[in-house]
């Protein structure tokens, strides 16, 4: 997994059209990155921490994921504490996308119901936040989870100010999401889905249109969750 899938790089996805976190910006100039493009593999790890790693002092510091505030598919705040001492899976989308939306749900909804499968189905969450807020009220995100078959007994779909998620997508979770009326749909957004361990970090990025990529993201969420 190269850590280049978790940098912005808005010009590599222009193809596809479709705040406010203080110490946790990771985009700190205070703060240098010791990771190499394979992530940083710690002792008795069998899978890497990515984004901006620090020291302070003698300690290592792993990058963890902001404390977000959104409100849910049921109009009930959804922050950070739902998914406490959960390995859950972060995804951007919006839900009148007409080109990778779809596919990215639809191969999340297979992973969910894989996960139930081997019995991890409550154990693994699912975000999925929408990138157009002025659209996807609470009700069209509950509408949509149930149209496309998202389990809700483990899956919560956020949405928010928009300006507070393009931060939270870009500076937190570190995909990229760009809105001009030139691109189809009005927005260029990461097809990328984010691996989060039980301590907010980053432990992986995968292609979500990808089913090779979708494959190892169930292999590394069975480790993890081990």
């Not at 190499?36 to 921490?49: A, I, M, S, T, Y």
């Not at 596919?103 to 409550?122: A, D, F, N, P, W």
């Not at 979770?173 to 301590?199: E, M, P, T, W």
Request: glycine share 8%.
């Amino acid at each position: 997994m190269k850590l280049i899938k978790l940098i912005l790089i808005i010009s590599v996805l222009s193809q596809f059209g479709c705040g406010f976190f203080g110490d946790h910006n990771p985009l700190d100039q205070n703060k240098v990155s010791l990771t190499d493009n394979n992530g940083f593999f710690k002792e008795g790890e069998e899978l890497p921490f990515y984004g901006p790693i620090t020291k302070d002092g003698k300690d290592t510091l792993f990058y963890q994921v902001p404390k977000f505030s959104l409100l849910d598919q049921d109009s009930l705040d959804l922050g950070y504490s739902r998914f406490s001492e959960r390995i859950f899976v972060v995804d951007f989308f919006f839900t009148t996308c007409s080109t990778i939306c779809p596919i990215m749900t639809s191969e999340l909804v297979k992973l969910q119901g894989r996960l139930y499968e081997k019995g991890l189905g409550e154990e693994i969450q699912f975000l999925s936040v929408t990138i157009d807020p002025k659209t996807d009220s609470p009700e069209v995100l509950k509408s949509y989870a149930e149209n496309k078959g998202c389990n809700l007994n483990s899956w919560a779909l956020g949405t928010g100010k928009i300006e507070y998620i393009d931060e939270l997508s870009k500076e937190g979770f570190f995909l990229a999401v760009d809105r001009d009326a030139a691109y189809q749909d009005g927005i260029i957004h990461s097809s990328q889905v984010i691996l989060v361990d039980k301590n907010r970090h980053v432990r992986g990025s995968y292609d979500a249109i990808d089913e090779g990529e979708m494959q190892k993201l169930l292999q590394d969420l069975i480790r993890l969750s081990e």
